[in-house]
């Protein structure tokens, strides 16, 4: 090492490399090095995470050079892991740019993108409708009604999932629930119109 190095650099650098005292030597960077290096971050861009994040990773690219003999001391350590951090920090930036030039592409590649975000929005909201709707009859009359005429099963296949005997007894429980859900609607026309709407959706 050469005499860039102060003798305090020089004595961490040597504890890293035996790997001893590494937290006593990781206090000693974080207290004299975190804060120079967090505010190079801070000031290209980057947030307080972004800076924790960096300079943990710089220490441990540090460790791991300085331990694989890669360390020259041609430069005072301060400098080298800020050149460190440049480089791990700049990496970044690229990567998140190349992430949103590509959400960009793929967005203007895509037109309908948005109006097929608002049809699935509403297709969800008539669900939620018709679900809650179907709810107020109770979970029998939900289970039948939402898989025989939203699922489109069969009252063979329907039967699979309720306790009723044979298919005419479920047949039977079918048109009760339909009463029941048209006696609802007449009696609430407001509730019957958004059913309706809801419907005419899908």
């Not at 480089?87 to 990567?95: A, E, P, R, S, V």
């Not at 018709?130 to 009252?155: A, D, M, P, R, W």
């Not at 296949?157 to 009463?179: G, H």
Request: aromatic share 10%; glycine share 2%.
């Amino acid at each position: 090492m050469t005499l860039y190095l102060a003798s305090k650099e020089k004595e961490i650098l040597s504890k890293l490399k035996s790997n001893s005292e590494l937290n006593t030597c990781l206090k000693y960077l974080y207290k004299e090095y975190f804060g120079f290096l967090e505010g190079m971050i801070l000031n290209n861009s980057g947030s307080k995470e972004d800076a924790e994040d960096v300079i943990q990773e710089t220490f441990v690219a540090l460790i791991q050079i300085i331990q694989n003999d890669k360390f020259k001391g041609e430069s005072s350590l301060k400098s080298f892991l800020y050149a460190v951090a440049k480089n791990i920090w700049l990496g970044k930036l690229k990567k998140h740019k190349a992430e949103f030039m590509r959400a960009n592409i793929w967005v203007e590649s895509n037109p309908n993108f948005e109006a097929d975000i608002q049809e699935q929005l509403s297709k969800n909201e008539a669900l939620s409708l018709i679900s809650n709707v179907l709810s107020t009859l109770g979970s029998v009359c939900k289970v039948i009604l939402q898989k025989f005429y939203y699922e489109e099963l069969s009252l063979k296949e329907i039967l699979a999932f309720t306790d009723f005997e044979n298919e005419q007894v479920l047949r039977n429980k079918k048109a009760k629930c339909m009463k029941s859900l048209t006696e609802k609607l007449n009696h609430q026309p407001h509730l019957k119109e958004s059913l309706y709407k809801a419907l005419r959706i899908f």
